[in-house]
């Protein structure tokens, strides 16, 4: 069965860069077969996608959030990573990485349970 | 690229059957089939329940069910149960491999 798992600081001081991984268990990010995504969920809010990555490095990024934003792959950890520079309190969210299925970026079918990450000082 | 425009809350009587819209553009909705719906109980992640429009995962009870009519997509919850109270996601494929979530419905179960 899939699973992924976020893990990074829950802590983040303003004008700092945001680092998160996600591990994948059950499948292979190497297999290039599918991307893998970010979605953020401030606290009472709606849901907003950051961006995706393939294996490949083929990325996508959601244009509010483009100048700031840089995913990874680590194929030999199983992890891909999000890099959200420059951060501001608007940035506190439950981060959720999540998996495309059918090789597109386009519906999620399998998230992370997602981590809070706070930005202050 | 504008978030996908849903009702706050909805809400029904178990049995009853209610419907929840997401009304995006003619960049986003309107132009492909590619509209995908999320439930998210508190504290827990998002559960796809609805893909490309109208298919429904496997495991996914077939009490939801999925439209589209131009630039507006509708998830329906027939036979309403105390445990569909949740919040309610749309998110629609917006071209050149980005995505576009909806601002979310509560439904409450009366």
């Known amino acids: 069965q899939l699973q992924l798992q976020e893990s990074g600081p829950g802590l983040v001081k303003p004008s700092e860069t945001l680092s998160l991984s996600c591990t994948v268990s059950?499948?292979?990010?190497?297999?290039?077969?599918?991307?893998w995504g970010w979605v953020r969920q401030p606290p009472g809010k709606g849901l907003e996608w950051i961006g995706s990555i393939r294996y490949s490095g083929s990325t996508y990024y959601n244009p509010s959030l483009k100048s700031r934003v840089t995913l990874s792959v680590d194929s030999s950890k199983n992890q891909f990573s999000l890099n959200l520079s420059s951060v501001a309190a608007s940035d506190t969210a439950v981060y959720f990485c999540a998996r495309h299925p059918g090789g597109t970026v386009v519906e999620f079918d399998f998230w992370g349970q997602g981590t809070l990450v706070t930005v202050s000082s | 690229q504008s978030a996908l425009t849903q009702p706050a809350s909805v809400s029904g009587s178990p049995g009853q059957s209610i419907t929840i819209s997401c009304t995006g553009t003619?960049?986003?909705?309107?132009?492909?089939?590619?509209v995908s719906w999320y439930q998210q109980h508190p504290g827990k992640a998002p559960e796809l329940i609805i893909y490309?429009?109208?298919k429904r995962p496997s495991g996914i009870s077939d009490h939801f069910s999925g439209s589209k009519s131009g630039n507006t997509a509708s998830l329906t919850i027939s036979g309403l149960r105390a445990e569909d109270e949740a919040d309610y996601y749309c998110?629609?494929?917006?071209?050149?491999?980005?995505?576009?979530f909806g601002g979310g419905t509560k439904l409450t179960v009366l």
């Open positions: 998110c629609s494929y917006a071209g050149e491999s980005t995505v576009v």
């Open positions: 490309e429009v109208t």
């Open positions: 059950g499948a292979s990010i190497s297999s290039g077969r599918f991307y």
């Open positions: 003619s960049s986003d909705i309107g132009s492909f089939n590619l």
